[in-house]
């Protein structure tokens, strides 16, 4: 499993554009790089997943360079309702004891007024 | 829409008792998944598994066991609870394993131990 390192808190306001960057040095060649959303008192729910170049959805936009040893998650204009912690998670598909997931710590995104 | 049901929100157990925590999910997916989240320590995998009666240890299993005698239903079993094993408890399942693959969430049991 690629090990990711992203930042542990990061601020902002409402209306601006966040960036949140994941760096994954050892990633493969089968690796897709998946963004999970987590609020509080909540379970993490699934908000975007790429293999390479750019992908939106309504929720954000996800960029990974050529080299995928690294993306960024990208929230457009957010709100007070962002705050939340994002996990990014590097892996390919896995069957049996290769199933699992794991998640790291997170970046803990507090938005202010 | 999937959905991962997790049988209590909040339980209180006292030291030594033997606890439950089910988990149900409707989407006929092969894989599920047992959580624990603390503050400041993101979410840690205990168990998971990927059939029926097939179970895997994560990364702190230890005071834990695991039962999965149907498809839709995973339960974590806390042989004797301790106070450290307060915590947020989250199952998750998904129809393929990986981290590639989305994961559903149930709501979360939060547990004390007294």
Known sequence: ?113 | DVKVTQSSRYLVKRTGEKVFLECVQDMDHENMFWYRQDPGLGLRLIYFSYDVKMKEKGDIPEGYSVSREKKERFSLILESASTNQTSMYLCASSLMGGASTEAFFGQGTRLTVV
């Open chain 1, 1 to 113: 499993l690629a090990k990711t390192t992203q930042p542990i808190s990061m601020d902002s306001y409402e209306g601006q554009e966040v960036n949140i960057t994941c760096s994954h040095n050892n990633i493969a060649t089968n690796d897709y790089i998946t963004w999970y959303q987590q609020f509080p008192s909540q379970g993490p729910r699934f908000i975007i997943q790429g293999y390479k170049t750019k992908v939106t959805n309504e929720v954000a936009s996800l960029f990974i360079p050529a080299d995928r040893k690294s993306s960024t998650l990208s929230l457009p204009r957010v709100s007070l309702s962002d705050t939340a912690v994002y996990y990014c998670l590097v892996g390919a598909s896995g069957y049996s004891s290769a199933s699992k997931i794991i998640f790291g710590s997170g970046t803990r995104l507090s938005i202010r007024p």
